[in-house]
C-alpha cells in the first residue's frame, strides 16, 4: 500500500512537471487599447525609473500624492508585519506589472467617491493601459509557477502516517495562492465613498507599458465629488501625474 501511495504522487507530480502550462483566457486579452503592432512590447518585463518618483496635486480640498513603487519599495512595503502580519514578506506582483501607491486626502468638506479601476497609464506612444483585478494577477501567478505551488504545499503539508507520509490531497486539487490572493486584497486602493476628513491609501497595478515608452501619464479620473440631495455627483475631478522614463 505505500508503495501505491508513492507511486501515485510520483505520478501526479510528473504529470504537472511534464504537462504544458495553460495561460488563463484573462491573460489573453491584450494588455492595452493601442495599435496591434504595439502589443508584443507591452507586458513584458522591465525595470523602470521614473521621474520624479512622488508628486502631489489637490483639486477643490482632494490631495492626492502618487508614487513609483519600484520592486525595492515593494520589498520594504510588504515585509511590514504590523499591517501584514502573517503574510508579510512576499511581494504578490511580477517584474511584468507597474505598480504606483496613491494616497488619497479629503481635506474638503464633501464626499468623494473613488472608482480605481477607470485610472489609466497613458504612454507617448498613443497606448493606454487599465489596471489590474486580483483575478488577473493570481491567475498569472498560477500560470507562472503551478508546479512549484502544489511542491510547496505538499511538503507543508505532509505529516507522518500509518503507510509512512500522510499526503495532504486537499492541497494537491487546490493550488490558488492564497496568501498572494491575500496581500493583493489588503494592499490595493479600494473603490468607494470617501467622507470629509478621511485619507486613504493603497497600490493600484498595470500591465507594463510599452519598454520603449519614454513618457508615462497616470490619470486618476471619474474621481466624483458635489453630491446633492438626491446623491447625484455634480463635479467629476481628473489628475494627470506625468513621469518620465529614466535610462538604468
Known amino acids: 500500500m505505500r508503495c501505491l501511495i508513492c507511486c501515485g504522487l510520483v505520478l501526479i507530480l510528473g504529470a504537472g512537471c511534464g504537462g504544458a502550462k495553460k495561460r488563463s483566457s484573462l491573460l489573453l486579452e491584450r494588455y492595452a487599447r493601442g495599435q496591434l503592432a504595439e502589443t508584443a512590447l507591452a507586458g513584458g518585463v522591465v525595470n523602470w525609473q521614473l521621474a520624479p518618483v512622488t508628486q502631489t496635486q489637490e483639486q477643490q480640498g482632494v490631495e492626492i500624492t502618487v508614487t513609483y513603487a519600484s520592486q525595492e519599495y515593494l520589498k520594504k512595503f510588504f515585509s511590514d ?27 474638503s468638506n464633501k464626499k468623494l467617491r ?11 506612444r498613443g497606448n493606454q493601459y487599465s489596471p489590474l483585478n486580483v483575478d488577473y494577477v493570481t491567475a498569472y501567478a498560477e500560470y507562472k ?11 507543508e503539508d505532509a505529516h507522518p502516517g500509518y503507510f509512512g ?5 486537499g492541497r494537491i486539487i487546490s493550488t490558488r495562492p492564497q496568501g498572494r490572493f491575500a496581500l493583493i ?30 513618457r508615462l501619464q497616470l ?12 446623491d447625484w455627483p455634480k463635479s467629476s475631478l481628473e489628475f ?9
Open 165 to 169: 507520509v500522510s499526503l495532504p490531497m
Open 114 to 124: 473613488l472608482m480605481p479601476g477607470e485610472f489609466v497609464i497613458v504612454d507617448n
Open 81 to 107: 508585519r504590523t499591517v501584514f502580519k502573517e503574510f508579510a514578506g512576499q511581494d504578490p506582483y511580477f517584474p511584468e506589472n507597474l505598480i504606483f501607491y496613491v494616497k488619497v486626502a479629503n481635506k
Open 219 to 230: 490619470v486618476l479620473t471619474n474621481i466624483k465629488t458635489d453630491y446633492d440631495a438626491q
Open 185 to 214: 486584497q489588503q494592499s490595493s486602493l479600494q473603490s468607494g465613498y470617501l467622507h470629509s476628513g478621511v485619507v486613504h491609501d493603497g497600490l493600484v497595478a498595470f500591465w507594463n507599458p510599452n519598454r520603449l515608452a519614454k
Open 240 to 248: 494627470r501625474f506625468a513621469f518620465t522614463t529614466v535610462a538604468p
Open 145 to 155: 509557477a503551478p508546479v512549484s505551488t502544489l511542491t510547496r504545499g505538499v511538503l
